[in-house]
C-alpha cells in the first residue's frame, strides 16, 4: 500500500500566553484529505491557524508543515507555499486593483499590485480566474465586487503560487444565504478537481461542510473534542459536547443541518 505524505504533522501542541490557548493537541493531515476545524467560538481555531502559519509561536510541542518543521526551517519561505484566505484580508485590499492583478498579486505574495505584468503571469492568473469560475471579473475593481465575488479572487489570488494547502478561515462569513450556497458549490467544485491543493475549512456552521470534505477535528476550549473521518466525527452527541447544548444532526445529500433542542426548536 502506497504511503500516504504528511501535509500537516501536529504533536503535544501547546500555546501558553497569559492563559493556556492550546492544550497538547495531536492533530495530521494527508495528502488526499480534506479538512474542517469545527467548534464553538473561543474554541482556538484561529489560534491553531495562526501557530501553523508561523505567526503565533507555540510554548511546546512541535509543528510540521509540508516536510519543514517549526523552529528548523524559515517560515516565511514556507507561508509562500500555504494559500491562505480569510475575509480580515479584504480590508487591506486595494479598492481600484482589477481582479486580475489582485490573482496576479499571490505570485509575489503581495498586497496593493505595483510593477508590471510579465505576460506569464498574465496568462497564469487569467487560467486561475477560469479556474475559479470569475473570467467575467477580470477588469472589475476590488470595490465593486461583492463578497462572494472577492471570496473566490481571493482564492485565486492563493492558487497563483501553486500551494499544496490551501486555508480558508470562515470563508461564508458575511455571504448571504443565496451567496453562500453558490459560493459552497464552487468550493465543491474546486475540491474534487484534480489538482486541487489540500484543503482546510475553518467554520462553526455544519451546514457549510460539503461532501468533498473528508475528516473533521473540532476544538473546545484549546483541546481537540474528537477528529477522524467526518462520518465517524460529525455526530450529534459530539457536537453538543463541543457546543454545550442538546443538539440534533441530520444530514441530506451530504450536506448537514443541526437543530437545538429548546422551548423555541431554534435552527443553527
Given amino acids: ?89 479584504t480590508p487591506l485590499m486595494s479598492p481600484g486593483e482589477a ?22 503571469e498574465r496568462t497564469q492568473a487569467r487560467e486561475i480566474l477560469h479556474r475559479v469560475e470569475a473570467d467575467a471579473l477580470i477588469d472589475r475593481p476590488w470595490r465593486f465586487l461583492s463578497q462572494g465575488e472577492r471570496q473566490r479572487i481571493l482564492i485565486g489570488r492563493a492558487l497563483m503560487a501553486q500551494p499544496r494547502l490551501l486555508v480558508l478561515d470562515e470563508p461564508c462569513a458575511g455571504l448571504d444565504p443565496v451567496a453562500r450556497e453558490r459560493f459552497l458549490a464552487f468550493l465543491q467544485r474546486l475540491a474534487v478537481s484534480g489538482d486541487a491543493p489540500t484543503l482546510v475549512l475553518v467554520t462553526h456552521h455544519v451546514e457549510e461542510i460539503t461532501p468533498a470534505f473528508t475528516h473533521v477535528l473540532i476544538l473546545k476550549n484549546g483541546k481537540v473534542l474528537a477528529a477522524g473521518k467526518k462520518a465517524e466525527v460529525l455526530t450529534s452527541a459530539t457536537l453538543s459536547q463541543a457546543f454545550g447544548a442538546p443538539l440534533t444532526l441530520t444530514q441530506s445529500i451530504g450536506r448537514y443541518s443541526l437543530t437545538v433542542s429548546s422551548d423555541t426548536d431554534a435552527v443553527v
Fill in 99 to 120: 481582479a486580475l492583478e489582485t490573482v496576479a498579486s499571490g505570485r509575489r505574495a503581495m498586497l496593493g499590485f505595483w510593477g508590471e505584468l510579465s505576460d506569464a
Fill in 1 to 89: 500500500m502506497e504511503k500516504r505524505v504528511s501535509v500537516i504533522q501536529v504533536s503535544a501542541l501547546s500555546v501558553c500566553r497569559e492563559t493556556t490557548i492550546l492544550e497538547r493537541v495531536d492533530w495530521s493531515v494527508e495528502e488526499g484529505q480534506h479538512w474542517v476545524i469545527l467548534g464553538p467560538n473561543g474554541s482556538g481555531k484561529t489560534s491553531l491557524l495562526a501557530t501553523l502559519t508561523g505567526y503565533m509561536p507555540p510554548t511546546d510541542g512541535t509543528i510540521s508543515v509540508l516536510g519543514e518543521t517549526y523552529g528548523r526551517a524559515d517560515w516565511r519561505d514556507l507561508r509562500t507555499r500555504i494559500g491562505f484566505v480569510s475575509t480580515a484580508i
